[in-house]
């Protein structure tokens, strides 16, 4: 895979989780997210747990540019809850975390589970204050007959202590489960979408949301698709996008009318007719869509490929990569085992040039778009030496296999890849297996 | 009937199986039922539905006893994707996505001054019909009912809701050997 200044490797940095194979339910990770800077990494796993990562760097200077990413605060955003009216549980799994961009020395993120979005601050704190002229230094209030002179507390400094406190809960807006949150290029307003709905916020307000999108039908008996995923445009801020169930994406203008219902732009690319079986709908559906940093293209994941549009063109993708081709004369056994179901996610790397997905047996699979090679990547405990570099992986989908080929058969479809990001500006990537979250690094050659 | 329809016809009814089998589990699952999920297997239930009955036609009249009642079973899916979706009020707590059924749906167009305090108690119920009544038998209905020469199901791994004997109509699917799994 070509990149600047010559081929590049990826290798090893770290990985974070536990090292057992008997993975906690609640550890596993349910959502990665870099910050606008890629200095701080977010994750959220199933028990409702934020844990942010922060990068320190080792060595500045390229080719040698090393960095650690290394906790820096860890809370707990979601608790399960119950809805007494519906008997129904709220799971605490962390959907999504979106970050602020930020405006000053703290930092802001969202973090959604299925019903509720909480705006959380985490700040630093590296200094107290001591010295107070009426109380001891335990707090307790002095004698005031003791007191014979006035000084003025000092700060000084402390441990630095990461501080993570909720600011704003928006909750009560969602009747069924929240899929994404994006917050809008104004950084006031952010909008979050469930399977029929999507709200629109602002930052501020908790106590009211607009509903721009509504998709859901007068009888639900006749209801055909539902929303999977939606992102506001990282430029234009009247402008977002939301993918269904049907493998279709609407662009919608908030300047043409309260109610986005009707769309400004239909993508949708007609089906294979030689490619229909019992799975076909499944298959088609978009589990996740990303525009592209500069605005002008959009990327959507189905379950077997990963496809790149451009704003201007709706009939068609532009670009098609095949993530798992060979699985598609699997697709009875993945309905049984229920894999068919599984929500991959993409991502876009900081120029737009390379995107990446997840797949099974923990792999994971880069397209690099100009240079139109791929490569498929594997996270595992056995090429976790630092600095190793990683080896490309290779599926043999029939016929003879060759040596260091694994077959399809042999794949682990309990190990899968759901989650990865992208350092918004340096080739640094996040990838999230079950329980473990692996940080991999480029390597000039 | 040839080898390829037949074997269309047990793989239609197969993933039928599975996906009813599926359904049933997600009523149990944390968080409530998914609504892209339930809608997707209503899909895949709809597909087998329509390719086993074009399959079936494509074979011609039914042979034997045996065909009657797996065709009655299918039929009864006819009902599914409908039913089985996310609207319908039995499977599932979720008040926004019920659609209350009409009071009284023939009765009621042409007798608006109807005299509702002095109704005779020989007329219908005023308990709510609609789709709710005419659910299909593998489908789990409130009442306690236990089909005949069947003994219930001895653990309930499916929730206090499910009967083995409302899935009975679907033996011919192999279902008993799918539902434990779950």
Same mark, same amino acid.
């Given at each position: ?115 509720? =979005? ?37 700060? =000084? ?22 899929? *994404? ?62 993918? *269904? *169930? ?17 769309? *400004? ?74 894999? =068919? ?105 | ?182």
């Amino acid at each position: 895979m070509a990149g600047p200044g010559g081929d590049m490797q990826w290798c090893f940095s770290q990985v974070k989780g536990a090292i057992d194979d008997d993975v906690a339910e609640a550890d596993i990770i349910s959502t990665v997210e870099f910050n606008h800077t890629g200095e701080l990494l977010a994750t959220g796993d199933k028990g409702g747990r934020v844990v942010i990562f922060q990068q320190e760097i080792e060595n500045k200077n390229p080719p040698q540019f090393r960095s650690e990413y290394n906790v820096y605060s860890t809370f707990q955003s979601h608790e399960p809850e119950f809805d007494y009216l519906k008997s129904l549980e709220i799971e605490e799994k962390i959907n999504k975390i979106r970050w602020l961009p930020q405006k000053n020395a703290a930092q802001f993120l969202l973090s959604t589970n299925d019903k509720t =979005i909480k705006l959380w601050k985490i700040s630093e704190r590296d200094k107290r204050p001591e010295g107070y002229n009426l109380k001891e230094e335990d707090g307790r209030y002095k004698d005031p007959n003791t007191i014979t002179s006035l000084r003025v507390p000092v700060l =000084i400094p402390m441990d630095l202590m990461v501080e993570a406190s909720p600011r704003r809960v928006f909750a009560n807006a969602h009747t069924y489960h929240i899929n *994404s949150i994006s917050v809008n290029s104004d950084n006031e307003t952010y909008l979050s979408a469930d399977d029929l709905r999507i709200n629109l916020w602002h930052l501020e307000i908790t106590d009211r949301s607009f509903n721009i999108v509504d998709i859901k039908p007068a009888n639900m008996e006749e209801l055909t698709e539902v929303i999977t995923a939606a992102e506001f445009h990282p430029h234009q801020c009247n402008t977002f996008v939301y993918s *269904s *169930s049907k493998g279709t994406i609407r662009l919608c203008d908030m300047r043409a009318s309260a109610l986005c219902d009707k769309h *400004s732009k239909l993508f949708e690319e007609p089906e294979d007719p030689s490619n229909r079986s019992f799975f076909s709908e499944i298959i088609s559906s978009i589990s996740d869509v990303k525009f592209s940093h500069n605005g002008r293209y959009m990327m959507t994941r189905d379950y077997l490929s990963v496809k790149i549009w451009d704003l201007n063109m709706e009939n068609r993708p532009v670009e098609t990569y095949q993530v798992h081709e060979y699985l598609r004369s699997k697709l009875c056994s993945l309905y049984e085992n229920d894999c =068919i179901f599984d929500k991959f996610e993409c991502c876009w790397n900081g120029n737009d040039s390379v995107v990446m997905t997840g797949s099974y047996n923990n792999f994971f699979r880069m397209f690099d778009r100009g240079h139109r090679r791929d490569v498929t990547l594997e996270a595992s405990r056995e090429n976790s030496k630092p600095m190793q570099v990683l080896k490309p992986r290779k599926v043999c989908a029939g016929g003879k296999r060759k040596k260091d080929e694994i077959s399809v058969d042999s794949l682990d479809f309990n190990k899968k890849i759901l989650h990865t990001a992208w350092h918004p500006q340096d080739n640094i990537i996040a990838v999230a297996t079950t329980n473990n979250l692996y940080i991999f690094q480029d390597k000039v050659i | 009937m040839s080898a390829a329809i037949m074997e269309v016809n047990a793989e239609a009814r197969r993933i039928l199986a599975v996906s009813i089998s599926k359904l049933y589990a997600s009523r149990t699952q944390r968080g409530g039922l998914r609504l892209h999920r339930s809608l997707l297997l209503s899909l895949v239930m709809k597909s087998a539905r329509d390719i086993y009955h074009s399959s079936r036609e494509s074979e011609g009249p039914p042979v034997g006893g045996e065909q009657p009642s797996t065709e009655e079973a299918m039929d009864a899916c006819s009902g599914c994707p409908g039913e089985a979706n996310p609207g319908h009020r039995e499977p599932q707590p979720e008040p926004e996505s019920v659609e209350p059924a009409p009071e009284d749906p023939e009765g009621c167009d042409g007798e608006i001054t109807e005299d509702k305090e002095n109704r005779s108690p020989a007329r219908q119920s005023r308990k709510r019909r609609g789709k709710a009544s005419a659910a299909p038998d593998f489908l789990p209905s409130k009442r306690a009912r236990l089909e005949p020469g069947e003994e219930r199901y001895a653990a309930a791994p499916l929730g206090s809701c499910c009967r083995a004997g409302a899935v009975d109509s679907l033996s011919a699917l192999s279902l008993n050997r799918v539902i434990p799994a779950f």
